[in-house]
């Protein structure tokens, strides 16, 4: 059309342009764009399988607006044998999709907000297990409290090991002290993870209640099974995950030589996140509360009597103490990991909380006086596998029933009696001398060797030679490998 216009003739702008004279005639009789004179394709190129029973799926589809095509497909299939073919269901697919875009019942809305400075903080707790992080060769499962303000995206975490008040209040109390000031509303999900079956559901709220109370802060919750309500910590969660694997695949190990080891890689890793948002931090920090005096005491303080068996029942696990205390009410002070026993204002025993329920732990201390006493109740003992400290002991009294099994739990106990009376560590250690040389084990053999002042051999280590890669470089490259090297 330009060349014609230039005057140019209609064969040589025909020509010019690459087409056939007859091609730009038409273009050129038309006086439309090629574009503009394509029609529109709204015919079917096939009649449609489905035409007669369309009626039949938009009824099914009206009464029940969640019924998969392919649900739909199996049942035409059912209904009519043999009329309609798997190769069809792409076809039913794109037709009921359309029918959901024009005549379906309406989709969620998702709206946007926005964030002032100062206001809104939220957490949740991320589940970091599946990284596969390491602590000393050992698996180290775990969670992260998570917290975010939702104006600037300043996040922090704090380790924990389960969804209970005692994780969410330490964590809580750290991010806001690490803040040093406290927004005005703390959003979560319901926290039904949260709620222990012996506070119930009240004493969880009245719990929680105190806490934000003494903050000032003013609490809320998104509704059970949406988590879009709390999409600023749920995106969050997400991008920390990312950027936590990715941190550990640039550090080339994911194990550590221990917790405080991985403590400081995460605080590095937060610092590492937080400093391109110092600006809109800093508009959210000129808006903070000021923090209370001190932070609140949470402990949790139960009165618990301990039963004949010398333990304890502490949020239904199963926990053992010195049986002079069997018959006695005690306070414990449940912490986030450890458990205080407390009598006449007295700490008489720490413990390692253990995580989960119906667990149980078992201190062979607590019981061997009276257990020796008593040699025909250990082989049913219901904690009995609690009564092997290390696996050496566990061998020993395997050795022990092969060879003396009238007298074998006698023995043993006599075995971890001694244990308790002198030090673990060093009965541990003459049981790996006496299955090693495969002599037998008494309580007199192995009193000997800690009297004897011998010195025990140490562990075996295991030391594996650095690889030699000249090798391989030698049989891509034909040099022998003696020359490469």
Sequence with gaps: MKLMTAGESLGRAALKTGMSETTARKYHRSGQLPSEGRAEHTWRTRPDPFAEVWPEICTLLEVNPGLQAKTLFQELQRRYPGRFQDGQLRTLQ???KVWRVLEGPPKEVFFSQEHQPGEIAAS??????????????????????????????????????????????TGLQAALWELGGVPQRHRTDSLSAAVQPLDGKEGFTRRYEALLAHYGLQGEAIQPGKAHENGDVEQRHHRFRVALDQALMLRGSRDFESREAYLRFLQALFAQLNAGRSERLQEELSRLHPLPPTRLDVTRKLKLKVSAGSTLRVLNNTYSVPSRLIGEVVEVRVEIEHLEVWYAQRCVERLPRLRGQYQHRIHYRHVIDWLVRKPGAFPQYRYRDDLFPTSRFRAAYDTLRQARPGAADREYLGVLQLAARETEQGVDNALRLLLAEDRPISVAAIQALLQSGRELPRRTEVVIAPVDLAAYDALLSGVPAWEAA
């Excluded at 939702?150 to 975490?157: C, F, K």
Aim: proline fraction near 2%; hydrophobic fraction near 35%.
């Design 94 to 96: 794109r037709k009921v």
């Design 124 to 169: 949740d707790f991320c589940h970091l297990t599946s990284l596969g992080v390491t602590l000393a060769g050992q698996g180290f499962p775990h969670l992260l409290y998570h917290f975010v303000l939702t104006y600037s995206n300043w996040e922090t975490g704090t380790l924990c090991f389960s969804e209970s008040f005692e994780s969410l209040s």
